[in-house]
């Protein structure tokens, strides 16, 4: 039970939180962009199975991978890419959580 609400819970909360915080006048905009952020699951297509509830993603898919988890934090640099790459960390952090379940 604690597991899908706190890993849900961090795919739309958090975002939603930095948004109001940090993008309060596009808080909207903000927040769809960090959601999009969700698109890296897609990887999940290339898994047998697709989804395995005893599989932690991180380190596993492609897009969950150490490299393109390296890749995601170097992106929170530029100040025009900071948008997209904390919602991409903010997933990881997601996954991470429900990793910690297992």
Do not use: E
Not at 5 to 26: D, T
Not at 55 to 79: E, N
Request: aromatic share 16%.
């Amino acid at each position: 039970m604690l597991q899908p609400f706190s890993h849900y819970g961090c795919h739309f909360l958090i975002p939603l939180i930095v948004a109001l915080i940090w993008y309060k006048p596009k808080w909207q905009l903000a927040y769809f962009t960090m959601i999009l952020g969700m698109l890296i699951d897609l990887d999940h297509l290339l898994a047998n199975p697709i989804f395995d509830p005893n599989r932690c993603s991180i380190g596993f898919h492609p897009l969950h991978s150490y490299f393109a988890i390296t890749f995601y934090l170097f992106l929170l640099i530029p100040k025009k890419s900071r948008l997209v790459a904390f919602g991409l960390v903010i997933h990881i952090i997601s996954d991470a959580v429900d990793c910690s379940f297992m």
